[in-house]
């Protein structure tokens, strides 16, 4: 067994190469390059909504929406949500059609005469709000803080998850300088939530919107330690406004739908890996499927 790098004694060189022995937990799906690696086509079901993902906090933002969508009355946003788990299935050449950048969520609308393919998360959540005329306000200040707090989240979420995330849970080793940084950063964002909160009950004002079903996945579940088990060392328990938005949206019926689909970690009974009608949380999920299973082999 070897010491750990000392991260003081590096000096960049005068030009970057990739050493894909790198480390880190990501390093095998990891590369400075884009396009695809393999040819795979995507599948497509009945469903003018085509959804590929996986429930991490930008994919749960969009099956949030079209469950509230879908809790809303709005019965054109079924959707057939696919999974895409980050093991190199993100670069085939299918899903690099949809998504260019071979990040999830991806999604292809094909209720129009040419499908329309859409990528990033809050580009997704536009194009649904404006598509059925929900969860976005029409005009005025409403509007603007709502758009602005869903931009907010797109521009702040990577220091928390690119930045604290990766240093606090995932680099191969514990740098204290780069920590530091991104917990002094990622506290700064809770006091601006928690302030924001304070006087309003959601983040565009009265009215609940994309801009909390954008920043609940990630903040939400941050607060309530669910996110890199990281609550007690960031001290959430101190944003109590925050805490009281995040439990108001935790108990919304469509959340706690949108948050099992496509989810492949937790409780059996909380993940249904792919989801294509209403009825697949009563008998699609992982612990039903094992109870079918072990019926047809008893």
């Known amino acids: 067994m070897t010491d750990a790098p000392d991260p003081s004694a590096y000096v960049p060189p005068k030009v970057w190469t990739w050493n894909k022995d790198s480390g880190g937990r990501f390093a095998s799906i990891n590369r ?28 749960v933002k969009v099956t949030l929406m079209l469950e509230e969508l879908l809790a809303l009355g709005h019965k054109g ?22 998504n260019p950048n071979s990040k999830i969520p991806a999604m292809m609308d094909r209720s129009g005469p040419t499908p329309i393919r859409i990528f990033e998360s809050g580009a997704i959540l536009v194009h649904l ?7 976005l306000p029409q005009g005025g ?3 603007a803080e709502c758009l602005s707090w869903l931009f907010w989240q797109m ?3 990577p220091f928390l998850g690119g930045g ?27 006091d601006v939530l928690d302030r924001r909160l304070a006087d309003n009950e959601y983040l565009a004002g009265h009215d609940y919107t994309i801009a909390d079903i954008a920043v609940w996945p990630w903040y939400g579940g941050l607060v309530k ?27 919304r019926p469509a959340v706690q739908r949108g948050r099992m689909v496509n989810r492949t970690w937790g409780e ?14 009563d008998t699609m999920t992982q612990d039903k499927i094992a109870d079918h299973q072990a019926a047809a082999g008893a």
């Open 32 to 59: 400075p390059i884009a396009g695809p690696t393999h040819d795979k086509e995507l599948p497509v079901g009945r469903h003018p909504l085509q959804l590929y993902s996986l429930a991490t906090p930008n994919g």
């Open 77 to 98: 946003a079924e959707y057939d949500a696919w999974l895409i788990k980050i093991d190199g299935n993100q670069f085939g050449s299918g899903f690099v059609a949809v």
């Open 129 to 135: 709000a404006e598509k059925f005329g929900a969860l």
């Open 141 to 143: 200040q409403a509007r």
């Open 155 to 157: 521009g702040s979420a």
């Open 164 to 190: 604290f995330g990766h240093f606090y849970a995932y680099a191969p080793t514990k740098i204290e300088y780069a920590i530091d940084r991104y917990a002094m950063e990622v506290k700064r964002q809770l």
């Open 225 to 251: 330690g669910v996110l890199y088990g990281a609550g007690e060392f960031l001290g959430v328990q101190d944003y109590k406004y925050l805490q009281r938005w995040a439990d108001v949206i935790a108990k």
């Open 268 to 281: 059996p009974s909380s993940q249904l890996h792919e989801r294509h009608e209403a009825s697949d949380f």
